[in-house]
T-cell receptor, first 116, second 110 residues
């Protein structure tokens, strides 16, 4: 069965510090991978998505970046965090079946980031 | 205009009540539709897909109206454990991404 791992669960970082969040997927090949952010009391904002190794699409210009060094690994980074980067960061994957039937996202358990 | 719009609520209902949420989407090329449930401070989890003919899963019924571009979720015999935020999601294949509504909060009270 497919599983998605995301860590750490919680993180408190000072303004200006770097960030690296990692997400790995098991039990599937060539998934579409996504990074979302959810600010307190708000909806999900798509940050990046990737359809393959080294292929990253950015949805929102900001001081974050993403990389996909391996098929099932997706990394979210920042060189210098801002207070506004605080939020709940969620990694997700999806697969399109041969019948082009989307089966929805499966989310990781998320990282709650507080920038202080 | 947002791709997906939902009434944020909250919907406050007593146990045993029937409650319905609607969600509208703007892109007529949308091809897949889902309802997700998100508990407080947790990740969203897939509740059910929404099929063109409508579908039911226990106390939950989902409907799709392509002509009017909305989907609905009906919850019968509400339980306290149904309290959560319900997210409407649509997908357009060519864009390889899903669009989320901001969610509708449901509070089921004893």
């Amino acid at each position: 069965s497919q599983t998605i791992h995301q860590w750490p669960a919680t993180l408190v970082q000072p303004v200006g510090s770097p960030l690296s969040l990692e997400c790995t997927v098991e039990g599937t090949s060539n998934p579409n991978l996504y990074w979302y952010r959810q600010a307190a009391g708000r909806g999900l904002q798509l940050l990046f998505y990737s359809v393959g190794i080294g292929q990253i699409s950015s949805e929102v210009p900001q001081n974050l970046s993403a990389s996909r060094p391996q098929d099932r690994q997706f990394i979210l980074s920042s060189k210098k965090l801002l207070l506004s980067d605080s939020g709940f960061y969620l990694c997700a994957w999806s697969v399109i079946s041969p019948l082009r039937e989307e089966r929805g996202y499966t989310f990781g358990s998320g990282t709650r980031l507080t920038v202080v | 205009r947002k791709e997906v719009e939902q009434d944020p609520g909250p919907f406050n209902v007593p146990e045993g009540a029937t409650v319905a949420f609607n969600c509208t989407y703007s892109n007529s090329a949308s091809q897949s539709f889902f309802w997700y449930r998100q508990d407080c401070r947790k990740e969203p989890k897939l509740l059910m897909s929404v099929y063109s003919s409508g579908n039911e899963d226990g106390r939950f019924t989902a409907q799709l109206n392509r002509a009017s571009q909305y989907i609905s979720l009906l919850i019968r015999d509400s339980k306290l454990s149904d309290s959560a935020t319900y997210l409407c999601v649509v997908n357009i294949y060519n864009f390889n991404k899903f669009y989320f509504g901001s969610g509708t909060k449901l509070n089921v009270k004893p």
